[in-house]
């Protein structure tokens, strides 16, 4: 028996992951939730755990290949001695084993007999820690995520019915027939668009070899060499001569000497997140300036009485966590396809953070159940992780509402881009010294400014108003904050 490990679901929409290294190799045997390889997304450095044990037979990439959600990551066979390692008898025919094998759920392990009795402890995106109800599909239907063929570089089908081997996409179409000017296959990578463009054609006309046809950087590459070897000129639609007269080029420098700079893995992921929350999300923006001179000499009186070092940051968290669990509405998230408000049950704070990757957004998970302290902690975790970038598969993902705190890049305010699917998020400016009306007389203070955006579906500016508000009261006089916690 082999199972696959699919590369899993990385969360916050992102599709592909570059290996950066393999803890393993074949004929290693592995134990559940063993660490097995180090992936880089556009967001961060994440080290995966198998779902399951076994012997590793092969791996699914070399270092420094993107491999997209869905596909092969890595196949186990079985461990020596147990039970399923005993091969079939002579009788089985190959139909018959084609039609044990189960669909999952996408992504899913694909595996020829029940599931493992043993069980995974991580949680990754698809898998879960709990066995999964399969369903039997027939032989003669296709199999939807296939093996890597060994030196082809293209997916394999699985077994077929009637005893005949099951042919990839890729495999069947062979030289300039592969291309259909009619053909639209989905292509998820911007960096397997661009290869096909500067080689003179459309990746989307090649029948790919990915999940329901996706076209994967590998089908590109055989294509570009299919065309070398065999010395074939491409269709007048398709010609290597149109790249030529192209209007821009891809990289370099226009005519007038304009640069082009392509976004890499990180860069484009942003921009789709980005663009998918202004073009989804109905937000307003209100704001209010608040006298943070007590916060200031709340936080020195703690450090003395406690010996240890609180960051204003993690004081702010903390009357978020607060404020959000009497104004629910604004810890949620909007339903468009079913018109509904999810109102979450838990608070994953998320914490905006300028690294060197870029803008991340790691997230600290139940903050509500958390003390001071405790929540103090896991923002220092967060934040060391994020000078790496090396963070835990589901570090970056499940955030339910934000905090930004922009004012350490030295700015008073911002309409910040809600962090898609939340429904707010919360900015701090810069403390900085101003006048002040204290009592009818005026004072020097030390004055910050607080700024929601919030969608507009989940509530209206009167809830965020009051919201608003009572981290202000917060600020203003920590010690109204004792009867909240």
Not at 164 to 184: I, K
Not at 188 to 198: C, D, G, K, T, Y
Not at 251 to 262: A, E, F, K, L, S
Not at 402 to 410: H, R, S
Request: glycine share 10%.
């Amino acid at each position: 028996m082999s199972r696959e490990f699919i590369l899993p679901d990385l969360g916050e929409g992102l599709t592909e992951a570059e290996i950066v290294a393999w803890l393993v190799a074949p004929g290693d045997e592995v134990t559940i939730d063993q660490v097995v390889v180090e992936i880089e997304s556009a967001k961060s450095v994440v080290q995966l755990p198998t779902p399951f044990a076994g012997v590793v037979e092969s791996l699914g990439g070399e270092v420094g290949e993107v491999l997209h959600a869905g596909t092969v990551l890595m196949t186990l066979g079985a461990q020596a001695g147990s039970p399923a390692s005993t091969a079939p008898s002579a009788s089985t025919s190959a139909s018959a084993q084609a039609a044990d094998v189960a669909e999952p759920a996408e992504p899913g392990i694909i595996t020829r007999d029940a599931a493992p009795a043993e069980e995974s402890g991580a949680v990754l995106i698809g898998y879960g820690t709990r066995q999964s109800t399969v369903t039997k599909r027939s032989a003669s239907a296709p199999a939807r995520f296939g093996r890597r063929g060994a030196g082809s570089g293209a997916a394999g089908g699985g077994a077929a019915s009637g005893g005949t081997a099951a042919t990839s996409p890729a495999s069947r179409a062979t030289g300039s027939a592969r291309l259909d000017a009619g053909r639209r296959s989905p292509v998820v990578s911007p960096i397997v668009r661009r290869l096909a463009r500067e080689h003179g054609f459309d990746a989307s006309q090649l029948l790919g070899s990915g999940p329901e046809h996706l076209v994967m950087r590998r089908d590109v590459e055989s294509y570009i060499a299919e065309e070398r070897e065999s010395g074939a000129k491409a269709s007048p639609a398709t010609s290597v001569d149109r790249l030529e007269t192209s209007p821009a080029p891809a990289t370099g420098t226009d005519r007038d000497g304009d640069r082009r700079v392509p976004l890499d893995r990180m860069g484009r992921a942003a921009a789709a997140h980005f663009s998918r929350s202004r073009r989804e999300i109905p937000e307003a923006t209100v704001w209010m300036d608040v006298d943070a001179t007590e916060l200031l000499s709340a936080r020195r009186q703690l450090q003395e009485a406690t010996g240890e070092r609180f960051g204003i940051t993690a004081l702010i968290a903390r009357f978020v966590v607060a404020g959000l669990v009497k104004h629910p509405s604004l810890n949620a998230s909007f339903d468009a396809d079913r018109e509904e408000l999810v109102i979450h049950s838990t608070v994953n704070l998320g914490l905006a953070a300028q690294t060197p990757r870029g803008l991340l957004v790691p997230v600290v998970h139940g903050a509500e159940r958390m003390s001071l302290r405790a929540l103090r902690d896991a923002i220092l975790t967060r934040t060391d992780e994020a000078t790496t970038g090396a963070f835990p598969p589901a570090a970056l993902t499940g955030g339910t509402f934000t905090l930004n705190n922009y004012g350490t890049l030295g700015v008073d305010g911002s309409a910040a881009i809600i962090n898609h699917p939340e429904a707010a998020m919360l900015g701090v400016g810069r403390f900085i010294e101003r006048p002040w009306v204290v009592e009818g007389q005026l004072a020097v203070r030390t004055v910050t400014e607080l700024t929601i955006s919030f969608d507009h579906r989940v509530c209206d500016g009167a809830e965020a108003a009051a919201f608003l508000t009572f981290l202000a009261r917060c600020i203003e006089r920590p010690v109204s904050v004792l009867a909240e916690l």
